[in-house]
């Protein structure tokens, strides 16, 4: 019988705790729930790119370079997808990216392609060029990239893996 007088209101309190189950994800909640990247989150992932990018080449890891120019481009798709237009900017990121960034971009990557060192830091640099003329253009001028001056990541080689 002692059992019972405890047992009873335990069980009663316990299931006035719980909480109720959420309700399932319907694709008019998951849409609203979606999460956009800001644009300073993406264009600073594209300034690490950036840097990674001429570390690579300059290292002659043309296969992380490749990588690093596949990830650029995948970011500056992602400006023009969650960004194209932005707060008083007197020209679209989805008009500035593809006119002003897409050309250096694949000059970058044919020098790369062929292993070109030469070739590969005069496109980077017109690269660079293009990054800081679109900034300028979506006056963001404030903010210019250059050819990194020290490697920030101390604890990734980027030389070539032996063979």
């Avoid at 990054?131 to 001056?149: E, G, L, W």
């Amino acid at each position: 019988m002692r059992f019972f007088t405890f047992a009873i209101p335990l069980a009663l309190l316990s299931s006035g705790c719980r909480q109720p189950s959420p309700a399932p994800a319907t694709p008019s909640n998951a849409a609203a729930e979606a999460y956009a990247p800001g644009l300073g989150e993406i264009m600073t992932l594209q300034q690490m790119r950036h840097t990674k990018l001429w570390l690579a080449g300059e290292a002659g890891n043309w296969d992380l370079a490749a990588y690093e120019i596949k990830e650029l481009g995948e970011g500056f798709d992602d400006v023009v997808r969650f960004h194209p237009t932005h707060e008083e900017s007197p020209v679209a990121p989805k008009d500035a990216i593809p006119r002003m960034v897409t050309v250096p971009l694949m000059e970058v990557g044919a020098a790369v392609d062929k292993k070109d060192t030469k070739g590969f830091e005069q496109a980077y640099d017109k690269l660079t060029s293009a990054c800081n003329d679109c900034h300028r253009a979506t006056n963001f001028a404030f903010n210019r990239v250059q050819r990194p001056a020290m490697n920030p990541y101390p604890n990734q080689v980027f030389s070539p893996a032996p063979e």
